[in-house]
């Protein structure tokens, strides 16, 4: 199962389809957006493509409210699974607690996979590039035995994503 992780879009709504364009090619099957999207362009994008989403809100998104039953928008913490794989989704890193598998969180722009316990913390760090030049998005790997994190970034301006690996076990 390949799951796409994708925060902090902001108003950058090219550089969210970008991301959004590579996890598909690289088999996403889910997409999970980690709050802060701004922009409805993203959430139309996810719409027209067809993919499974959630998207948490996020500081930055109350005006969206008024989109909640158009769009699948929900409100944090979120517990949801897919398949075996149990998930807490949140913007905001409050309730931290390690009471899911996964464990998704957006708002600090800053990328984040580790495991406490039977808990993977993630958080795929920044799309908008505000906070360092750079746009960053994961996929999520998960197999019989493992998670595996495919990292990318890609420097802004630059068609290039780069890939790191973590795995982890499960």
């Known amino acids: 199962m390949k799951i796409g992780i994708i925060s902090d879009t902001h108003k950058k709504v090219g550089r969210a389809k970008k991301a959004i364009d590579l996890l598909l090619k690289e088999g996403?099957?889910?997409i999970i957006h980690g709050g802060d999207i701004v922009k409805r362009e993203i959430l139309d994008y996810l719409e027209e493509l067809g993919i499974i989403y959630v998207a948490v809100y996020g500081n930055n998104d109350q005006h969206l409210f008024q989109y909640h039953d158009r769009y699948n928008l929900v409100q944090e913490p979120y517990y949801f699974k897919i398949k075996d794989v149990s998930f807490k989704l949140m913007h905001h890193p409050?309730?931290?607690t390690p009471d899911t598998d996964?464990?998704?969180y957006g708002h600090l722009h800053?990328?984040?996979a580790q495991k406490n316990g039977k808990s993977l913390f993630l958080n795929s760090g920044e799309?908008?590039?505000r906070d360092k030049p750079?746009?960053?998005t994961i996929l999520l790997e998960v197999t019989d035995r493992e998670y595996i994190v495919n990292r990318f970034e890609r420097v802004i301006k630059s068609k290039d994503w780069?890939?790191?690996?973590?795995?982890f076990s499960r």
């Open 134 to 136: 750079i746009s960053e």
């Open 28 to 30: 996403a099957e889910y």
């Open 110 to 112: 800053i990328y984040y």
């Open 127 to 129: 799309i908008c590039a």
């Open 162 to 167: 780069d890939r790191k690996i973590y795995r």
């Open 102 to 104: 996964i464990i998704i």
């Open 94 to 96: 409050y309730f931290m």
